[in-house]
């Protein structure tokens, strides 16, 4: 059996970061969505977890940071193509997200990123193994 990823980050508005991660084209499950809670299907094994505030303080038992300020983590998602890392982040550009850092061009790899609206750090990139370094 394949190990699922579950992320989970905290949103200060549950259907605002709904719409936002629905924009980038990721499916939400509503089995495992309620009224504090949505899982967003990245693919088949990677999951994002919005969480509201206070159901995500409940589950730790430290201080939650703001994302905004502070530098939680940085998640980073493959792509199949530089275009697919561009249309991505327009995507999250269009529904409220903004960029996190200026896109970054190795000949081999091609990365840029965005920050939802809550601030949380996605990194996308592009490797192309034809092109890699020997």
């Given amino acids: 059996m394949s190990r699922k990823i579950f992320v989970n980050i905290a949103v200060k508005d549950l259907e605002k970061s709904k719409a936002f991660y629905s924009g ?3 499916s939400s499950n509503p089995q495992f969505t309620d009224a504090t809670a949505a899982a967003m299907v990245i693919s088949d094994d990677i ?9 995500f303080e409940s589950f730790s038992p430290h201080p939650m940071s703001d994302a905004n300020k502070q ?3 940085l998640l980073c998602l493959s792509c199949d193509s530089r275009a697919e890392v ?3 982040v327009k995507r999250a550009l269009t529904h409220g997200g903004t960029v996190y850092r ?3 061009d190795y000949g081999f790899m091609y990365g840029h990123s965005f920050k939802d609206p809550d601030g949380h750090a996605w990194e996308l990139a592009y490797m192309d193994p034809a092109a890699m370094p020997g």
């Avoid at 999951?47 to 159901?55: P, R, W």
């Fill in 24 to 26: 980038l084209g990721f």
């Fill in 47 to 55: 999951y994002v977890m919005l969480l509201t505030q206070e159901k």
């Fill in 71 to 73: 530098t939680e983590v």
């Fill in 86 to 88: 561009d249309t991505t």
């Fill in 102 to 104: 200026e896109p970054m």
